[in-house]
């Protein structure tokens, strides 16, 4: 059970490996740690958005609009 396990994950972290690899080779050539840091979090929040729509967790854009008080 643990093989079954641990051969689904591999294939798991060597994407993740490979996004981060191309999350540091996007970044300009003077990119600090902030700069890294910022886009692997901005990185994350877009995934986390992408899940949470595929799973059906969507907020109309009329409610969103009257939670920020923008509405008309």
Do not use: N
């Not at 079954?4 to 540091?24: G, N």
């Not at 050539?29 to 994350?44: F, K, P, S, T, V």
């Amino acid at each position: 059970m643990i093989r079954t396990s641990l051969a689904r994950e591999q294939p798991m972290a060597a994407a993740f490996k490979q996004q981060a690899h191309q999350l540091v080779d996007d970044l300009p050539d003077d990119a600090g740690w902030e700069d890294l840091i910022y886009q692997a979090a901005l990185h994350r929040a877009i995934e986390k958005g992408i899940d949470q729509a595929d799973a059906g967790q969507l907020i109309a854009a009329e409610d969103v609009l009257r939670q920020l008080e923008l509405a008309a």
